[in-house]
């Protein structure tokens, strides 16, 4: 009698070992099968996203070439010196918009936070509520995914008057 | 079973992470960011905004914008914490009950559905990422928080669609990212320099159970006033220099704010910095630049008397704890700003020992919560210690090189195999000398066996397939079968654990193919080209045979120039004399393939001929009969 108790002790402890295995099993079978999944995903964006630390670092350099371009004195605007820059300037624009870099619309356009940025608030009837007044940085897009979004000034012309400076501290 | 993910619900940012096979893995957004800020708003049409994208329409929608809402949750109207945050936030609270709501586009919201939408798009964003559901989770709360608060959380995760499996203490979850837990008896302290808050908490552990003895901190000092000191400095600087307000330009603000940040990131790691903003501005006298070199030094003089803020609540805290300095045998770092020099060496200095780094302190705590879940899951257990090879397993194949077939470090149990060849015409048989080590002669690696196939049918050299299998158990156990595939004819060894190397052995093995690592591979490179001249020769004195009258006599007597050219400098040791031989010969013989398959097929045969001699390189094994009396001299000369 006591020795069929030990033995059932025995089936169920084995039982329940096996239980432990089967699932430990199944989750590790699970995880890898994830994983694997995952990398094939990293991988395939790793080749389509791989420039856009490289580029995201280049923009500055964009914005600097726009810069020096709105700020050429008057009395030489016409030299050839200032349009080898400016050409310059062009040519890197076409090599990084053949690698897939697009700039962000804002251009008479409804504020969106997918891919804009406020940075200030205007209130000016010429203008419709919520939409961009003026782009202070641009943003830019390569093969779709959004690298900086657009820094913007917004009309907004409800409870304008509310508005303490446009800029909220701490964000 | 679903996954239990774990959850570091913070002031200004989150992040979550998982146990998978057995390690923390730290899940990133939807955006591919492993962080999301906790913000949360409602644009005017009543659509929910969480995260990045809410944090960016923050300018013209604040009264819409909720952040920070962690400062109220579970909190009381009349709180001293809530009536600062009143004159303080941008949105409206207000009171409900005793305790606080928010309001979001004239509707409101308890701080914990506030809290509930940034966990549902960390649910949703998991979810996308595990490609499975997840309904648990653990989530963290300072360890200063009470019953209240801690019940708010859970709620806010039952919003969202999570059972709350458990709360447990940031700190708490610090000190198990780093396997505090299997300690004994200890005190911790952990310094948590966040975004926006400040927290150091006194920890005791004993017998795997952590207790919470003091905490402390300032709930309005993080990484964002780091930051805004330096831009305060930069726009002094300018004023001084250049006598012009950067602060009223909005958007020489956002590049300074940008640039700021970048300074304080590099100094981390540089000891000078240029900071450099062309076109910052521009007056009556035309586009003003701003450059300046910052040094390490300058920025820890800037940010000193942030950092000597730190210090008094510390103080505090283990003084509270009952402790004295020299109690504490842990120090952990936590959050962003603790990767700054000057912050690690105050803590440092306080303490008198080097804190804990080495995991992200941005990432630490969700790593812990996620260890937490793993735990209440089943998830880790010791029931399962995979173990690795330590040494490379592989064959000896012609010219005494060793072909490794399994990587050291490889994970086991496992199992790999290869097709090989034979070296010879009508070579018979052929011997697998099995072997561990990392040098690429086999003569310099341990023989664990060796075994002999034999019965191969007689064919034309590379024509037979050997299919040699590598098989590792969980045990360590090394199964090698050695199969003709024309035939199906197999042989085995199996080499058990104790006939393999003691760690001592193990160790030096690793050590001295480190030492004779060029060497070697200078060594494998003129035997493999050998190998490859073997080949082409073979090739050539085949072609010549097969050309017959096709070919022209001129290029056959330049060809058997090469061959023999060839025959000559291969013996020798001259790696330069033998390539040019083998590149004259391969020139060559291309001309005679040409004349044979008409201009047109030139570059098939080309291609051929590349092959072919690929393929006698790469799997040919040592045989014991043709070759094997000059690999058996070849052994005793290294030895």
């Not at chain 2, 309005?220 to 726009?235: A, K, R, S, T």
Request: glycine share 8%.
């Amino acid at each position: 009698m006591k020795k069929d108790k030990n033995e059932k002790k025995k089936t169920d402890d084995i039982e329940q070992e096996l239980g432990e295995l089967k699932s430990l099993l199944q989750r590790t079978q699970a995880d890898f099968v994830n994983h694997r999944r995952r990398v094939e995903e990293e991988k395939l964006n790793f080749v389509k996203y791989a420039c856009n630390d490289l580029v995201a670092q280049i923009l500055p350099i964009l914005d600097n070439f726009s810069l020096a371009a709105k700020h050429v004195p008057e009395n030489i605007q016409n030299d050839n010196w200032v349009m080898g820059v400016q050409a310059i300037e062009k040519q890197l624009e076409q090599i990084l918009s053949m690698n897939g870099l697009e700039k962000v619309a804002v251009l008479k356009t409804q504020f969106n936070p997918d891919v804009h940025e406020a940075i200030g608030i205007v209130s000016n009837k010429k203008y419709k509520d919520n939409e961009i007044v003026s782009e202070e940085i641009a943003g830019y897009k390569l093969n779709g995914k959004l690298l900086r979004p657009a820094k913007v000034i917004v009309n907004k012309l409800t409870k304008q008057q509310e508005a303490p400076d446009g800029v909220l501290k701490g964000e | 079973m679903g996954k239990i993910i774990g959850i570091d619900l913070g002031t200004t940012n989150s992040a979550m992470a998982v146990m998978e096979g057995g390690e923390p893995k730290v899940i990133p957004n939807a955006e591919g960011n492993r962080t999301t800020p906790s913000v949360v708003a409602m644009s005017k049409g009543g659509e929910r905004l969480v995260g990045q994208v809410a944090k960016r329409q923050g300018v013209i929608n604040y009264e819409n914008t909720i952040y920070s809402v962690k400062r109220l949750i579970g909190r009381g109207f009349e709180d001293q914490e809530v009536k600062k945050d009143i004159e303080l936030m941008p949105y409206k609270i207000v009171k409900k009950g005793t305790g606080v709501n928010v309001v979001m586009d004239g509707k409101e919201f308890s701080p914990a559905e506030v809290s509930a939408m940034t966990l549902a798009k960390l649910k949703t964003d998991a979810e996308a990422y595990l490609g499975e559901t997840v309904t648990e989770a653990v989530i963290t709360v300072p360890a200063y928080f009470n019953d209240s608060q801690r019940q708010a959380t859970k709620d806010a995760g039952k919003i969202a669609g999570l059972e709350v499996k458990r709360i447990i203490n940031e700190p708490t979850a610090a000190a198990l990212a780093y396997g505090l837990d299997k300690k004994k008896e200890e005190k911790i302290a952990v310094y948590d320099l966040g975004g926006g808050t400040f927290d150091i908490s006194i920890l005791e552990l004993g017998d795997g159970v952590f207790e919470v003895k003091s905490t402390n901190g300032d709930t309005h000092l993080g990484g964002d006033d780091f930051d805004q000191v330096i831009i305060n400095w930069l726009v002094d600087e300018y004023k001084k220099e250049q006598g012009i307000d950067l602060k009223s330009d909005t958007a020489a603000l956002q590049r300074l704010k940008e640039a700021a940040e970048k300074a304080k990131i590099e100094l981390s790691t540089t000891m000078e910095t240029e900071i450099n903003i062309p076109f910052i501005t521009a007056d009556a006298s035309g586009p003003k630049h701003l450059v300046y070199k910052m040094s390490r030094a300058k920025l820890e003089n800037i940010v000193e008397n942030l950092v000597k803020k730190t210090i008094k609540p510390v103080e505090t805290a283990l003084k509270d704890a009952g402790l004295k300095v020299g109690d504490v045998n842990e120090v952990i770092l936590v959050g962003g700003m603790t990767r700054m020099p000057i912050v690690q060496k105050a803590v440092k200095e306080f303490f008198g020992k080097e804190p804990l780094k080495g995991v992200n302190p941005d990432e630490v705590v969700a790593i812990g919560a996620a260890i937490q879940g793993g735990v209440l899951g089943g998830e880790v257990k010791d029931v399962l210690l995979l173990d690795v090879t330590p040494l490379s397993l592989g064959i000896e194949t012609l010219g005494g090189v060793s072909t490794r077939l399994i990587e050291k470090n490889t994970t086991i149990p496992t199992s790999a195999s290869q097709v090989f060849s034979t070296a010879a015409d009508n070579q018979t048989s052929v011997e697998i000398n099995v072997l561990q080590g990392e040098r690429e002669f086999a003569a310099d690696n341990k023989s664990l066996g060796r075994f002999i196939l034999d019965g191969i049918p007689p064919a034309p050299r590379g024509i037979p397939q050997v299919e040699v299998t590598f098989d590792i158990d969980a045990n360590g156990i090394v199964h090698v079968t050695a199969k003709d595939k024309a035939t199906g004819k197999e042989q085995k060894i199996t080499i058990t654990a104790t006939s393999g190397l003691s760690d001592e052995e193990i160790d030096r093995m690793q050590k001295e193919a480190e030492a004779h690592a060029d060497e070697d591979k200078k060594r494998k490179e003129i035997v493999e080209l050998k190998n490859m001249s073997d080949a082409l020769v073979y090739t050539a004195e085949k072609t010549m045979k097969e050309a017959g009258d096709k070919a022209k006599d001129e290029d056959k007597k330049e060809v058997e120039g090469k061959v023999d050219a060839l025959k000559k400098v291969k013996e020798s040791d001259n790696k330069d004399e033998i390539q040019k031989a083998y590149d004259e010969l391969s020139t060559s013989i291309q001309k005679v393939g040409a004349a044979m398959y008409g201009q047109a097929g030139a570059e098939d045969i080309k291609e051929e001929v590349d092959k072919q001699t690929e393929e006698a390189v790469e799997g040919e094994i040592v045989d014991d009969s043709s070759t094997g009396s000059e690999q058996g001299e070849k052994k005793e000369d290294s030895k």
